[in-house]
């Protein structure tokens, strides 16, 4: 098994066009052709966590967070980033980070969140507008069967919770083959017309080059009449944070026991609460003061997440109980969603979730 099968199942999952700008997902250090000797999941890459991956003979670490995130300018060995690349490449280790794009996946890191809070109807929170595209391609009727089946198994055609979605119209077109041509039918120089279906589907950003593959692999024409129409429609099942609901709702401090439970902590720190019972709940792991807006949009009672400053808890204005229940906390099970994951699909080399506590906070 070779490292790219492995990152390719994972981008799968979490394209990495999902990334933000500012994030650096994907192979970061190492060999896509290196044969995989084991896996090792961890929330941070840590120099620990590349002795631990030496001791159990993984040569591929996948982490959460990316250990190279801003520009690297020498391997000096002068900071923690510089020696956990240094020891990976040393010892032939391939380093691999699936961040913000697990983040903004349905069955991601706030779906992991979700499920252990024991949340229902899970929707995604801030829906991402900008990745979806219309193909339109004109097709001759005895094609069109293969060329839209070709389309589906590529990926294309998924609206919501529906897959395989369509829209077919029949029509005459005409073309007249210029000298050099050389068409499935027709003459040259002579204008042709014909019966064409015109086939509308819809394609993620991130499919585009495996649905047109797809196209031209069961099109007949030399050239393929074609548009590509980029459309400012969100795509609900991709995204940043997660909504939920506990049906019936339950009492704030019902609430917060649950996620003391559910997240394994000491102390939370959250905002004055409220005099309504918990039901509507938005989460967000990670840093998500940038959603607490979204969450008030749609009427959360409350919003869970981490790296809130002291001055963005005055935010909630009495609307929403905001919790922070720490970066680290809100993440803890990544490794194992991620880690469940890859055991589920290879069984030629094991998957070790980290035994190394990254947590760079202590609570005294």
Known sequence: MRTQEVLSYLEQWAPLALQESYDNSGLLVGDRNAKVTGVLVSLDCTEAVVDEAIEKGCNLIVSHHPIIFGGLKRLTGDTYIQRTVMKAIKHDIQLYAIHTNLDHVLTGVNAELGARLGLSNLRILSPKPDHLYKLVVFCPPDCLEAVREGIFAAGGGHVGNYSECAFEVEGIGSFKPEPGANPSDGEIGIRSTGHEVK??????????????????????????????????????????????????????????????????????????????????????????????????????????????????????????????????????????????????????????????????????
């Open 199 to 364: 086939l509308e589907v819809l394609v993620p950003s991130w499919l585009r080059t495996a649905v047109w593959n797809a196209v031209t692999d069961y099109h007949p024409y030399e050239t393929v009449a074609h548009e590509w129409l980029k459309l400012s429609n969100t795509n609900e099942t991709i995204g940043s944070g997660m909504l939920g609901e506990w049906k019936g709702g339950i009492e704030l401090n019902e609430a917060l026991n649950l996620i003391k439970k559910s997240f394994n902590l000491k102390t939370l720190k959250h905002t004055e609460p409220t005099n309504k019972l918990i039901q509507k709940v938005a989460i967000c792991g990670g840093s998500g003061q940038f959603l607490l807006e979204e969450a008030k949009r749609n009427h959360a009672d409350l919003y869970v997440t981490a790296d809130i400053k002291y001055h963005e808890f005055f935010d909630t204005e009495g609307k929403i109980v905001l919790v922070d229940i720490g970066h680290y906390e809100s993440e803890q099970f990544t490794i194992e969603l991620i880690a469940n994951k890859l055991a589920e699909k290879f069984r030629t080399f094991a998957v070790h979730k980290t035994a190394v506590v990254t947590n760079p906070v202590y609570y005294y």
